[in-house]
C-alpha cells in the first residue's frame, strides 16, 4: 500500500479530512490525529492501539509491525506500508475513525 491507498480508503469516512502533522502528510478526524505518514515515507503512525494489542500485533507479524522507542510509552503502533494490504490497514484505521468522530457521523455511516 501506499499513504495514497490510505487516504483514499479513509476520505470515503465522515469528517476525515486531509492534513498534516510533523512535517508529513496526515488524515485528521475533527482535528485529531487518524494517522499520518512517518517521515521515512514507508511507515503509517496508527494512534489507539493499546500496548498489549501492540505486543501482539508486533509478535506475530514483525515485519509488518513494529514500534520504535520514541512511541514506547504511547498508544501506538507503526506499521510498514510497502508491506501492508488493505485488510491490515482498514480495521485499524476504522476503529480510530470511530472512536474520533462525532456519534452522528458514526450513525449516518452505519446506516448507510
Do not use: C, N
Not at 509488518?64 to 498508544?75: A, G, Q
Not at 510497502?82 to 457521523?105: G, H, I, T
Amino acid at each position: 500500500m501506499t499513504f495514497d491507498d490510505v487516504r483514499a480508503v479513509a476520505l470515503a469516512w465522515p469528517e476525515v479530512e486531509d492534513g498534516t502533522s510533523y512535517g508529513t502528510p496526515a488524515l485528521k478526524v475533527r482535528k485529531k490525529l487518524l494517522t499520518r505518514l512517518k517521515e521515512d515515507g514507508d511507515s503509517l503512525v496508527l494512534p489507539g492501539v493499546a500496548q498489549d494489542e501492540r505486543a501482539m500485533l508486533v509478535k506475530s507479524r514483525p515485519k509488518l509491525f513494529y514500534f520504535t522507542d520514541h512511541y514506547r510509552d504511547y498508544p501506538i503502533v507503526l506499521l510498514r506500508l510497502s508491506k501492508a494490504e488493505r485488510a491490515d490497514v482498514e480495521p485499524l484505521l476504522r476503529r480510530q475513525w470511530r472512536a474520533l468522530a462525532s456519534r452522528k457521523a458514526v450513525t449516518a455511516f452505519d446506516r448507510g
